[in-house]
Structure formats: structure tokens, C-alpha cells
């Protein structure tokens, strides 16, 4: 039996998306499993161990015909009797009417006239994670536990951080700078970490360097690893630390799903009732507008994460 497992992206949807992904290689030991998703994700899902396959593509144009036959092709040709859109959204709904346009596989998704829908209201109002849940319930897979995450680990001995240590992830889609706690706060955050004996250690792209400069600027003990971290090495930094804190972005939900008791920052701009990360330890506070949140706040709401 050859299956499909469609994922296209974000980050943060992805990792929602692992537990989906295990519980569907143990249901089907024997298949041939096949993920498609994007580029950025594929050494990730190759890692994993969940798929047989892993392949890639690109966000193609409504337009952009050579580009959907090209796909339509590699698809057809994987002969799949089964697709787990764990996607559900406009694009992947075509792909259930235009790759397979007579013959169609079972399809576990929202696609109109597909084997197994997940009816709309349910999607609507269901948690990402809850949803793959209700999803994989309609073809047979009634447990998805908590994935062991071991899997995903970097070597972050080069790095050079001592515990105890907490991770500060104060980025955000570069697009979105609603969801961005201020930088200013998270130095007064890592202020208080330090005082505590606890080094803050900043997470980050390069699209971070200001805000770490500044958080580095209001507390020196604190150490930013900008621009020097894969997934691996954020989930191997998560194990080891005392906490993370950040806002509404992947890597907390890296951070959340390998362990670390995580304090996500909501802005009006995503739901946690949607999309907050999923993990051993995960609490959440939300502000409209995510600036009117305190310092004072959050240091509070960590020492009671901590504590419990």
C-alpha cells in the first residue's frame, strides 16, 4: 500500500503536525509512506524517520501550468491509495480534483466529495493538533500520542552554554511585527533571569540581530545564538533548558514539542485557542496589542510555570 501525507508549512504547523505523522507510520508498518512538503521542511521530515519519502515543492501559481503538471505527474506516478492532507486548505483541496481527476485515492481531508471528510465545523473550531486528531479518527487511528522527539537533536557542545539557562525567542514572521513582544521587555525579562542565576540565551535569525543586540545591551550575562541554530540545535537547546519564552513563532513550538517548559507571548494576530504550541509544559498569555504586556507579568506567570 503506497500512502501520502501532505505538509506543506509553516514551522510552527509542521511540529504541530509530527504527532499526526507517527501515529500514521504505526498505523500503516507495512506501507511505502510518502511526505510532500516544501523545501525548507524536507531534511526535518526526512529525519524524522515517518516517511519512506520525502518530496518537495514549491508554491506554485494558480497560473503556472507547467508547474502543477509537473507535479501531477510525480504524484499519479506514486500510485497512492491513500492521502492524509494534514494541509486542509485551498491549494490541497485541488490537488485532490486536479491530480486525480477520475480515479481518486482515498483522501482523509476537507476536499469536497472526498472518502473521509472532516466536516467544516470541526475544522473551524478545533486546535491544529485537535484537528489532525479528529482527522486520522475518521480512517481508524483513534490514538496519536506525543511523539518521542529524540530524533530530532543537534550537537550544541560548540555553543558553549552552561546550564542553568533559559531560551528568549523574540522573533516573529518578518511580515509580522504585531506579533513581536518589544524588545525592550525581553531584556528586562533577561534581567531578571540573570539575577535569578539563570543565563538567558537568545534565539534567533538574522532578522533578530537588533533585538538581541538590544536584549544583550540591558543584561550582558545574557548569550545570543542568532543565526547560528538549526531545528536540531533548538530542540537539543530546549531539552537542557530551564524554560523558554517567546512569541508566537516556530522555533517555540520547536522548543514546546521537545520538552522545555514554554511561556508562548499572544498577540491579537494568531488564536492560542488555534495555534498555540503543544508540550509537556506550555502556558500562554495574550495582550491586544502584545506591547501592553508587562515584564512584571511575565516574569510572574514564569515562576508559576516553573513552579507547578
Not at 545570543?224 to 519564552?245: C, K, Q, W
Not at 502584545?290 to 510555570?305: C, F, H, K, M, P
Request: glycine share 8%; aromatic share 6%; hydrophobic share 50%.
Amino acid at each position: 500500500m503506497n500512502v501520502l501525507v501532505i505538509k506543506l508549512g509553516a514551522l510552527g504547523d509542521v511540529i504541530l503536525a509530527l504527532p499526526a505523522m507517527a501515529a500514521i507510520r504505526a498505523h500503516h508498518p507495512g506501507a511505502r509512506i510518502t511526505i510532500l512538503t516544501t523545501p525548507a521542511f524536507a531534511p526535518l521530515l526526512r529525519k524524522s524517520g515517518y516517511a519512506d519519502e520525502v518530496l518537495e515543492t514549491t508554491r506554485a501559481r494558480f497560473f503556472q501550468i507547467r508547474k502543477w503538471w509537473q507535479l501531477a505527474r510525480r504524484l499519479r506516478q506514486g500510485k497512492f491509495a491513500r492521502v492524509y492532507d494534514l494541509q486542509m486548505n485551498d491549494r490541497t483541496c485541488l490537488f485532490f480534483h486536479v491530480v486525480w481527476p477520475f480515479c481518486k485515492p482515498e483522501w482523509v481531508g476537507i476536499a469536497r466529495g472526498c472518502s473521509h471528510p472532516l466536516p467544516m465545523a470541526d475544522f473551524h473550531r478545533l486546535h491544529a493538533f485537535d484537528r489532525h486528531v479528529a482527522q486520522l479518527a475518521l480512517a481508524g487511528i483513534d490514538k496519536v500520542p506525543q511523539p518521542d522527539m529524540a530524533w530530532l537533536d543537534g550537537d550544541i557542545k560548540a555553543f558553549g552554554v552552561v546550564p542553568p539557562f533559559a531560551l528568549l525567542v523574540p522573533g516573529a514572521a518578518p511580515g509580522r511585527p504585531g506579533k513581536r513582544w518589544p524588545a525592550s521587555q525581553f531584556g528586562s525579562l533577561a534581567v531578571a533571569l540573570a539575577a535569578r542565576g539563570i543565563q538567558p540565551v537568545v534565539l534567533g535569525t538574522r532578522h533578530e540581530a537588533a533585538s538581541a543586540a538590544e536584549i544583550l545591551s540591558a543584561c550582558p550575562q545574557a548569550e545570543s545564538l542568532v543565526d547560528r541554530t538549526g531545528i536540531a540545535d533548538i530542540a537539543a537547546l530546549a531539552r537542557g533548558a530551564v524554560a523558554a519564552i517567546g512569541n508566537d513563532t516556530g522555533p517555540m513550538h520547536v522548543a514546546a514539542m521537545a520538552g522545555a517548559p514554554s511561556l508562548v507571548l499572544f498577540s491579537g494576530e494568531s488564536d492560542p485557542a488555534e495555534s498555540a504550541p503543544r508540550g509537556r509544559k506550555v502556558k500562554v498569555l495574550r495582550r491586544v496589542p502584545l506591547s501592553d504586556l508587562a515584564a512584571t507579568e511575565v516574569i510572574g506567570a514564569l515562576a508559576g510555570l516553573l513552579e507547578d
